[in-house]
């Protein structure tokens, strides 16, 4: 395929992902976060004042006034662009991270930039940049992606693992062998933040562990339960029997709030991000209670950036705000106090 169909149809594909995001139901069929397992126990005297409760973290050497991430997710497109802008304000309204679409077809094309660049509507937040980790097995190097990193004006690069994605698609790459020992060499060369995260089907600890070793600063386990990027791709497939493979897989994964669980106890002093199937600020609040350092959220963000700035305000004002009042209804006035809480308990 000459280069300029490949980054055609890269794309074709990326407004076919934005458009099939917001319209289709995506969501994981048969598999939850595993949230609901869990339940906090109620504080009747929990001893301190709603004003007590301090959310603020520090992510990139940058402060947050609550531990939220919206999450890496699109660009490439007028329409990529107009939400990634949007996205971007109400992240430094509401003092939270954010990360960009996968920034390949930006390396391929920089005339695409504005659809990317949104560093001047967030200058105070941490801003993330992000490419396909196998991208790393096609000869891209810690050269393009610094070139990535600093067009961007980012504070890291995220490199994402979407294997299974890639096996359903049918212009998907799936030569994943040898990444480990890339990654760890791209680690060592940068110069800037890698972190490494899963796009829906979370990380098991033992990879989790290899990752840090490797050189990662941060691993975003993306756990199962939230969006399906196999059910994504099975609304794309025109081919009945692709389709059909791609939805057995609907189920796959593991469930978030098990990934927290065994990443940390694998590797207490990582920083662990944690994504996939978080829906509201009570799941924020068990996420953090169960481990996680930052707490990422992807498609209730995009879809409410696709209807109007300030719905996707609303939304992370809602999550600050009932993250704040869990943490009071739990008496615990910092994240590092509901981190590792015994305030939290599992119910099968």
Known sequence: MLQADRVDVTTERKADHLRV?????????????????????????????LD???CTTSFLDRTLRAPLLISCMTGGTPEAQRINRRLARVAQ?????????????????????????????????????NIGAVQLNRGYGATECMRLVQSLRADALVLHLNAVQEAVQVEGDTCFAGLLERIARLCSELGTPVIVKEVGWGIAPKIV??????????????????TSWSEVE??????????????AFADWGIPTA???????????SAYLIASGGVHDGIDVAKAIALGADLVGIAGAFLRCAAESEERAEELAWELAT??????????????????????IRRYE
């Open 322 to 343: 009932t993250l704040r009042i869990a943490m009071f209804a739990t008496g615990t006035r910092t994240l590092k106090e509901l981190r590792g809480t015994p305030r």
């Open 93 to 129: 309204r509401c003092g939270a991270a954010m990360g960009v679409g996968s920034g390949r077809v930006l390396l391929e094309r920089p005339e695409l930039l504005s659809t990317f660049d949104v560093r001047d509507e967030m200058p105070d937040v941490p801003l993330l940049a």
């Open 234 to 247: 099975s609304k794309r497939l025109q081919e009945p029997r692709r389709s059909r493979v791609a939805r």
């Open 209 to 226: 562990t290899k990752l840090l070793r490797a050189g990662v600063a941060a691993v975003d386990l993306a756990g199962a339960g939230g």
């Open 258 to 268: 098990e990934c927290i669980v065994e990443a940390r106890r694998a590797e207490p």
């Open 52 to 54: 007590d409760v301090d």
């Open 21 to 49: 995001n917001i319209e289709e139901d995506v969501a994981a069929k048969g598999v939850t976060s595993g949230f609901e397992s869990w339940r906090f126990i109620h504080r009747a005297l929990p001893e301190i004042d």
